[in-house]
């Protein structure tokens, strides 16, 4: 696999002041729930379609996720559901927000499926606001949703914000949400471009179990419960992030720190004993990846144990090899990677 590790010129963007006004509302059992979901593209034309690999279409996937999660959180007691489009047709971020805003939605659920660039990265990730008490909500929410996700086996890389040029926050249903004043989620589920999550997206009836893992996470958040299936998240507790004090940025750099040593190597295996060293204080490195041949071709990015700042692994290389060079990588949940030091390994591979 061919990657480019992406380095990245932080530049400043100036902010006016940002006035939030949003009630955190503790949503009592007897108050009537509004949600809106709202399936991701639709219609025709590049940016209506999504993500369009290996056969899948976003576009169909995130109205086949919204029609069954309807359903399923339809099953609650106290909520009511809204999807801002039931069809393949093309609906503008801001309609979606005022319609979201005219059935008078408690929260906005953007379902969408993901892809990258290069086709690196694999997992789940959710968007929220940058903004105060709508970051909270979004936060708090995506907590609850990625335990859910993460029990269907998809790896999470977190909630995060972006912030656009403007100033506000970077995507256009987030922005258009929050200009209406109602928080809102991007639920990016999986990479449709990744064999890793294609393989799951692919089996058996995994789309209807992500519309119900969405469905209890919306369900616990609210604490909701139901009389059909005898549900009961009425007790569901969870720990709130901290309100922002200021605007959260999204991180522009890699880790600040990357640097392996190979501890050992087995001529009779091809394998070499790699240890690795990498921290970024703005945000969790999430994956890495290694390379035998000096960076010009790196393994597929594998999940690095984001409690850990050393870990070692084998880097294995084939029969043949002299001399191989190892660099390895490390990427944050924002994709941005740093190098590590090349090393050397002084010997012949035949085995
Ligand atoms: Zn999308």
Redesign the pocket.
């Known amino acids: 696999m061919k990657k480019v590790i992406s380095f990245v010129v932080s530049f400043l963007i100036l902010l006016t002041s940002v006035t939030v006004v949003f009630p955190v509302s503790s949503f009592a059992a007897n108050k009537n729930v509004v949600v809106v979901i709202d399936p991701?593209?639709g219609g025709e034309g590049d940016r209506n379609l999504?993500?369009q690999y290996n056969g899948l279409s976003?576009k169909a996937l995130?109205l086949q996720v919204a029609n069954a999660l309807k359903t399923e959180l339809e099953k609650y007691d106290g909520v009511t559901v809204y999807t801002t489009r039931t069809t393949d047709t093309a609906v503008s971020l801001e309609e979606r927000a005022a319609y979201a805003k005219s059935v008078g939605a408690d929260f906005v659920f953007s379902i969408?499926?993901?892809a990258s660039s290069d086709h690196a990265f694999y997992g789940s990730e959710v968007w929220t606001s940058t903004f105060g008490n709508y970051y909270v909500a979004g936060a708090n929410f995506g907590n609850v949703l990625m335990n859910q996700w993460s029990e269907l086996g998809l790896y999470q890389k977190g909630v995060k914000t972006r912030i656009g040029s403007s100033g506000k926050d970077y995507y256009g249903i987030i922005r258009a949400c929050v200009a209406r004043n109602m928080p809102c989620v991007?639920m990016?589920h999986a990479y449709l471009d990744h064999g890793v999550d294609v393989s799951k997206i692919k089996s058996g009836d995994f789309i209807n179990q992500l519309a119900v893992a969405d469905a209890t996470a919306i369900a616990k958040y609210f604490k909701l419960k139901s009389a059909t299936t005898g549900a009961d998240y009425s007790g569901f507790k969870y720990t709130s992030v901290k309100k922002p004090g200021k605007v959260l940025y999204q991180d522009e750099t890699g880790p600040e720190k990357c640097e392996i040593k190979v501890l050992n190597y087995d001529l009779n295996s091809g394998n070499i004993l790699v240890e690795m060293t990498t921290k970024d204080s703005q945000s969790p490195v999430i994956y890495f990846t290694y390379s035998y041949d000096g960076g010009k071709t790196f393994n597929t990015l594998q999940m690095w144990d984001r409690t850990q700042t050393t870990q070692s692994f084998n880097v294995k290389v084939p029969s043949g090899t002299a001399n191989p060079v190892i660099v390895c990588a490390a990427y944050n949940n924002y994709e941005k990677g740093t190098l590590s030091n090349p090393v050397q390994v002084a010997a012949m591979f035949n085995y």
Request: glycine fraction near 18%; proline fraction near 0%.
């Open positions: 991701g593209h999504g993500a976003e995130t969408h499926f993901n991007i990016e």
